[in-house]
């Protein structure tokens, strides 16, 4: 039974770009949040997506999209990257039901240079 | 979210049982203790949850107080595969339509020595 996963692991982008990563949620899962890590802290959220559409957001700008697909895999997509995006980026998913704990992918690590 | 307080590091000797103290003073009637782990260069795993009553699992057992104030999770025999930062979250319960998010801090960094 495959957990979360996420791609690309590593990927490095230059200032005023765009990236997409993307998350497979853990099987028979539904419900997909992403987090963003800065080195040293701990995981910060950004958005939550269920049935195709963004539930709750976090404190985080309009350059931060997300998407998912029916069969809930989902996209994170960042415009205009700054330098302090450089971050690990996690993908979680769980099912929407009361207290559903949240898994974890191994995440994909950004740096804007 | 109610906030929580953990020591930013502690030691354990492996074999020895490793117990992690957070307080969570401001925890509501509604919200849920829960306990993650990351280790380095992974993504955080989930470990346990309990809202008044204790838990045990496979990984862990987790001991609330009885005003829910403060709780402890406790590693019965530490390995060095158990060197982590440790997270202790207060998780609000659902919200109709959504699943609530978790609001992490910096957690306890544990370190199992030989």
């Known amino acids: 039974d495959a957990g979360v996963t996420q791609s690309p692991t590593h990927l490095i982008k230059t200032r005023g770009q765009q990236v997409t990563l993307r998350c497979s949620p853990k099987?028979?899962?539904?419900?997909v949040s992403w987090y963003q890590q800065a080195l040293g802290q701990g995981p910060q959220f950004i958005f939550q997506?269920?049935?195709?559409?963004?539930?709750q957001r976090g404190n985080f700008p309009d350059r931060f999209s997300g998407h998912q697909f029916p069969n809930y895999s989902s996209e994170l997509n960042v415009n205009a990257l700054l330098l302090g995006d450089s971050a690990l980026y996690l993908c979680a998913s769980s099912f929407l039901q009361r207290n559903s704990p949240l898994h974890f992918g191994n995440g994909t690590r950004l740096t804007v240079t | 979210d109610a906030k929580t307080t953990q020591p930013p590091s502690m030691d354990c000797a492996e074999g020895r049982a490793a117990n992690l103290p957070c307080n969570h003073s401001?925890?509501?009637?509604?919200?849920?203790v829960y306990w993650y782990r990351q280790i380095h260069s992974q993504g955080p795993q989930y470990i346990i949850h309990?809202?008044?009553n204790n838990e045990t699992n496979e990984m862990a057992s987790l001991i609330i107080t009885e005003d829910r104030k403060s709780s402890t999770l406790i590693l019965p025999h530490a390995t060095l595969r158990d060197t982590a930062v440790y997270y202790c979250?207060?998780?609000?319960?659902?919200?109709?339509?959504?699943?609530?998010?978790?609001?992490f801090g910096t957690g306890t960094r544990l370190q199992v020595t030989l």
């Open positions: 997506y269920y049935e195709e559409e963004e539930r």
């Open positions: 309990g809202l008044k």
């Open positions: 099987s028979g899962h539904d419900t």
């Open positions: 979250i207060v998780r609000v319960d659902v919200v109709t339509g959504t699943a609530s998010k978790l609001t």
């Open positions: 401001t925890i509501s009637g509604n919200e849920y």
